[in-house]
């Protein structure tokens, strides 16, 4: 299976100001996915990463609230910007393995104060 | 629409089987999953199941799927304190498109001595 390898690991952000999530994946990939995990709730999908294209965005989240970048197929961003206390939640980077299974990353988990 | 549902806590003792239990949302998901996430961590791929199967083993893991009823179990067997954590499972719905993971609403496992 791929290894993602997702930074920071954790976080506590002023509130109004920006943050930037990196996955980097030790093996080329079509799609990255990105998640929210609101605290003690499940996985919601934010937006589905290509390659040379732009992100594709879940119903609820735009491309304003969270920009995605998408340079390579082993690297990818996601930017929570203008933050504020209802962001604090674990953001998670995921792309498909094998055996149709899906590997995610360690997860950043954002505090905003 | 409909979420994949699951209970929220599961208490066992340490020696004894746990199941737990998901409802998912289409019948015609090809693939479904199960996750373990521990505390502070990300998550972490257990097991998966084609649809066209009822059951799978591997090692203490047994998932049994019934596809009439969309019900989805996870039966670990000789349960350890290791085992404590939350448990997602997952589904790829048909007609969601492509190949997104909706995830249930997770339920955590304690297991005590």
């Known amino acids: 299976s791929a290894v993602i390898s997702q930074k920071p690991s954790r976080d506590i952000c002023q509130r109004g100001t920006s943050l930037t999530i990196q996955c980097q994946v030790d093996s080329q990939v079509t799609m990255m996915f990105w998640y929210r995990q609101q605290p003690g709730q499940s996985l919601t999908l934010i937006a589905t990463?290509?390659?040379?294209?732009?992100?594709?965005?879940e119903s609820g989240f735009v491309i304003d609230k969270f920009p995605i970048s998408r340079p390579n197929l082993t690297f990818s961003t996601l930017t929570v910007s203008n933050m504020s206390p209802e962001d604090s939640s674990i953001y998670l980077c995921?792309?498909?393995?094998?055996?149709?299974?899906?590997?995610f990353g360690s997860g950043t988990r954002l505090t905003v104060v | 629409g409909e979420d994949v549902e699951q209970s929220l806590f599961l208490s066992v003792r340490e020696g004894d089987s746990s199941v737990i239990n998901c409802t998912y949302t289409?019948?015609?998901?090809?693939?479904l999953y199960w996750y373990k996430q521990e505390p502070g961590a990300g998550l972490q791929l257990l097991t998966y199941i084609f649809s066209n199967m009822d059951m799978k083993q591997d090692q203490r893991l047994t998932v049994l799927l019934n596809k009439k009823d969309k019900h989805l179990s996870l039966r670990i067997a000789d349960t350890q304190t290791g085992d404590s954590a939350i448990y997602f499972c997952a589904e790829i719905p048909f007609t969601g498109g492509g190949n997104k993971l909706t995830f249930g609403t997770g339920t955590q496992l304690k297991v005590e001595l």
């Open positions: 995921s792309v498909e393995g094998d055996n149709y299974g899906y590997t």
């Open positions: 289409d019948s015609s998901s090809t693939y």
């Open positions: 990463a290509n390659q040379g294209s732009e992100a594709t965005y």
